[in-house]
């Protein structure tokens, strides 16, 4: 078992939150385009890495304003960001799980020897 790959899993899925975040903080800021953080899978094949963050360029609905002119609203839908934060945690909860297992395992197999 490499705990490393698990580390940096959790890594990643910090990134992801903190991307994530930023969208929730900036939704009702007027132009704002929403980010999404893109994993793909490690080198070799194993783990997660960060691939990209990329911006949605989609266009935010328009929003009037009392002086009677029209700007773009943020692009962020708040339902998805949920999705994508809870994605996040259960990342980041079974690699901690995963590396906790590994130390218990480790310290077991250390009580045997010695």
Sequence with gaps: ?????NAGAMDVASIGMAVTANNIANMNTDGFHAS???YATG???QGVQLAEIREDAS???P???PSSFAVEASNTD???EMVNMIVNER???ANAAAISTYEGMLGTVLDIVT
Excluded: D, E, F, K
């Design 78 to 80: 708040l339902n998805r």
């Design 43 to 45: 080198p070799g094949g």
């Design 36 to 38: 999404s953080a893109r």
């Design 91 to 93: 990342l980041y909860q």
């Design 1 to 5: 078992m490499n705990i490393y790959l």
């Design 59 to 61: 266009p935010g609905a």
């Design 63 to 65: 929003v009037w304003h």
